[in-house]
């Protein structure tokens, strides 16, 4: 081949590798099906409005809806124009049915208390958002969250119940529910009533216990240890050992089937321990407590806050504040009483009617003493002649006529005793007695001779034959004429000048004088001085 022959070049078409392909297009085809249903089942993204995050992580916390993650948290967005944060969240598309107006939301994060934990799932993953919701209504993508789980929740069989009481005795969400002994729920919210008058605890009892509950339940706060001073010495009463650390409620059912059974919009009362609770009540139904305004003029100086309130022996309240004022040298005072109504009720739903329907026959207010010693009062409840008017005068305030004070007290009657005994002319009958016995004593010296003569002659009538042979019948006759003649001439020497019967009346009336002299200084004492009898003069 000479040098400058130029070779002439052959082409040739290449050859493409389609297995060197294969495995990038698998690739592809599989990432697209993996986007595809990853878009596939992406649902709406909804909005959730709550006060705070709550812990919640963008791209961590997740949305769950009967323990099964449906949705993630997207984006935390601050709130401008309101107190409080958006939470975005990217919904799963099987739930988009779930989405409506029956839809609610909660954080769920961990809490520790007292004897309990929740939210131990929390503790572990971290804060998220609990879906409660059910098929139906209007469809939403904009919900407003809650800051707690919602009562009607129910993630265990059983029933959730309204207590009411005077206060929160330190009770928190959490804290064990007992009967007989046994853990049967727990205390789910603790919260003020609107009126600021008393606290709303809501509990959950789990099944079957719940079936024990019913309108003459009572329920009661665990102390722990509980005090209480009868009449047959104090009586101790220590619980177990996590009661006494942790508390909690206590009920319990006198008559289990025979009342009518209720739910969470008919309240029970929670008393401060169990004596208390099961103490005899007044009336068939649950307590009912309503304030009353008693306008009394005089006698209130002895009244404290906290008297109790009774009607015919049943304490059925107890005074809570007292307020007085000097008004023309007088003075006039206003006492706000707690009544509970129920006790002149008939059926549990009825409401202040029955107790309005006594003050129309009657029913007032007046205080009277319960301790001579200290003289202590107290408001009862009696039915006067003169019909009232119960009148309101604020939403759960109402005006209950009222009666004078009433000095009825047993220092009162013993001081009426003695003033009528001191009436009576003691010394002057004593006096009377003895003249009338000195006048008389001639007199009675002839008429016990004459009794004495004939009853002689009539012992000798009965001695003589002649009487032995008349008739029977006359001659039982003349015996019992002999016997009475006998028992006046006894009786007439009782009545001589000094005989025993003399001295023994003269005795007593002058003894009876002089106790009541006596006693009368005693009250004097008293009446200064109430606790002279126990720490002397």
């Not at 993630?72 to 919904?91: D, S």
């Not at 769920?108 to 098929?135: C, F, H, N, T, W």
């Not at 919009?265 to 305004?293: C, I, M």
């Amino acid at each position: 081949m000479k040098k400058d022959e130029i070779v002439e070049v052959k082409i040739k078409k290449s050859e493409i590798n389609f297995v060197v392909w294969i495995i990038p297009v698998i690739a592809l085809l599989i990432g697209g099906w993996m986007i595809y249903r990853y878009y596939a089942k992406l649902g709406p993204e909804v909005v959730i409005y709550f006060k705070n995050s709550g812990g919640l992580e963008p791209k961590q916390s997740f949305v769950k809806f009967r323990d099964v993650k449906v949705g993630v948290v997207e984006r935390i967005e601050i709130l401008k124009q309101k107190e409080g944060v958006a939470v975005y969240a990217r919904m799963n598309k099987d739930v988009t049915p779930f989405l409506n107006e029956k839809a609610r939301f909660w954080i769920v994060k961990p809490e520790i208390a007292i004897g309990k934990v929740r939210g131990l799932d929390a503790l572990v993953s971290g804060s998220y958002i609990q879906m409660a919701s059910e098929v139906g209504g209007k469809k939403k993508v904009e919900f407003q969250g809650l800051d707690e789980a919602p009562l009607d929740i129910v993630l265990q069989e059983g029933r959730n119940f309204w207590l009411k009481s005077s206060s929160s005795y330190t009770l928190t969400p959490g804290l064990p529910v007992y009967f007989k002994d046994l853990e049967v729920g727990s205390i789910k919210k603790v919260e003020l009533d609107k009126s600021g008058e008393f606290v709303n605890i809501y509990i959950f009892v789990k099944k079957p216990y719940d079936s024990f509950i019913n309108s003459s339940t009572k329920f009661w706060n665990i102390r722990g240890v509980d005090i209480n001073l009868a009449a047959n010495g104090i009586n101790l009463n220590i619980g177990t050992l996590s009661q006494l650390l942790i508390g909690g409620v206590e009920f319990f059912t006198p008559v289990a089937k025979l009342r009518e059974k209720i739910d969470l919009h008919h309240p029970l009362w929670l008393y401060p321990s169990k004596e208390s609770a099961l103490h005899k009540k007044l009336g068939v139904s649950q307590t009912d407590y309503r304030n009353f305004l008693l306008r009394f003029n005089k006698g209130i100086g002895y009244l404290q806050k906290g008297a109790p309130v009774k009607f015919r022996g049943f304490e059925i309240g107890s005074v809570k504040d007292i307020k007085a004022s000097v008004k023309g040298g007088e003075i006039d005072s206003e006492v706000i009483a707690s009544i509970d109504v129920a006790a002149f009720k008939k059926t549990s739903k009825e409401g202040i009617e029955p107790f309005e329907e006594a003050v129309k026959n009657g029913l007032k207010a007046r205080l009277e003493q319960s301790n001579i010693l200290t003289k202590t009062l107290f408001v009862n409840l009696v039915f006067d002649k003169k019909p009232g008017a119960l009148h309101q005068i604020d939403t759960n305030l109402y005006l209950l006529p009222t009666l004078p004070v009433e000095q009825n007290s047993l220092i009162v009657q013993i001081q009426s005793l003695l003033t009528k005994l001191e009436k009576l002319p003691i010394e002057r009958s004593i006096n009377a007695f003895s003249n009338l016995l000195e006048k008389n004593s001639e007199p009675l010296r002839q008429t016990l001779l004459s009794l004495h003569r004939s009853s002689d002659a009539v012992t000798k009538l009965l001695d003589a034959n002649e009487t032995k042979a008349l008739p029977k019948e006359l001659h039982i006759l003349l015996k019992d004429l002999q016997h009475t003649l006998k028992s006046y001439e006894t009786l007439a020497k009782s009545y001589s000048n000094n005989s025993l019967f003399k001295k023994q009346l003269t005795k007593t009336l002058e003894d009876i004088d002089r106790a009541s002299k006596a006693l009368r200084k005693v009250l004097l004492k008293l009446d200064k001085k109430p606790n002279a009898l126990i720490f002397g003069d």
